[in-house]
């Protein structure tokens, strides 16, 4: 039987190559055949990159523009200051192109700080087709206007994601407490810290030393965030650095000043 198969293989192929370029269905086909037990093909598996990959999300895939992304990116810099033609250009040139354009001139602008267009693309994308809810695209984009202290924009983003039912994994609530506090948006930062607390992820340590780090210039929360942390990691130990050290920084830009 194997060796008719075989004949047919070879009389049924173009080219030589293509012997050895065998369908799962002839594997098996060997396999049920073989005469010894023992004598089975092994299983092929199929390598795939990180990039095309399922479980990874798409918005942490790699972002490469083609031509056609980097001249919409150019034109809609160019267009920025003049609301008629910039939605015209989104609604003729913008909504046509590929996934991976839009998501890479989308995270082009975020890099460069450019939040009026980030906006912009931030509602062109949600309302394409293959959109689907995610953590990292509402990271993403939190992130980037905390760096620019957006706090309307920022506002906004939120309620679409609580709309969306998107729930961030306890490390990214830490990272955007601190960009929050980092940018001394303290209202917003704990906003974001109380909904860490009423997360259904369990707690983690990590994200709370980053907090933390990030609320050594403002003690009264720090003590707040402390005691949440020491209730739920007795064990552990929280490191408080000298009461005089900011006392001593202060002092030194006051000099400065001078």
């Not at 190559?17 to 396999?31: A, C, D, G, R, V």
């Not at 479980?55 to 920025?80: C, N, P, V």
Request: glycine share 2%; aromatic share 10%; proline share 6%.
């Amino acid at each position: 039987m194997l060796h008719l198969a075989s004949k047919l293989l070879r009389r049924n192929s173009s080219k030589p190559s293509e012997i050895y370029q065998l369908p799962l269905i002839s594997l098996l086909f060997h396999n049920s055949f073989a005469k010894h037990k023992h004598e089975r093909l092994p299983l092929v598996r199929y390598a795939s990159g990180s990039a095309s990959s399922p479980s990874l999300s798409l918005w942490r895939r790699k972002k490469e523009m083609t031509k056609e992304g980097l001249i919409a990116a150019k034109e809609l810099k160019r267009f920025r200051s003049d609301p008629v033609r910039l939605d015209r250009f989104i609604r003729s040139n913008v909504s046509r192109l590929l996934k991976s354009d839009l998501l890479a001139v989308l995270a082009e602008f975020q890099r460069q700080d450019q939040v009026f267009l980030c906006m912009k693309l931030y509602d062109v994308v949600r309302k394409e087709i293959w959109y689907r809810p995610d953590m990292y695209f509402y990271r993403d984009m939190l992130m980037m206007l905390a760096r620019n202290r957006k706090v309307d924009e920022a506002k906004l983003v939120w309620q679409d994601l609580k709309r969306e039912e998107v729930l961030f994994d306890q490390h990214t609530f830490g990272d955007l407490v601190r960009a929050f506090l980092d940018s001394g948006l303290l209202s917003e930062a704990m906003d974001i810290y109380d909904e860490m607390r009423q997360s259904p992820d369990p707690p983690l340590s990590l994200p709370f030393r980053v907090i933390l780090k990030g609320l050594l210039p403002y003690p009264e929360l720090r003590e707040k965030v402390k005691d949440d942390f020491l209730e739920l990691f007795p064990d552990m130990i929280v490191y408080d650095p000298p009461e005089d050290l900011f006392e001593d920084e202060d002092r030194g830009k006051d000099s400065e000043d001078e």
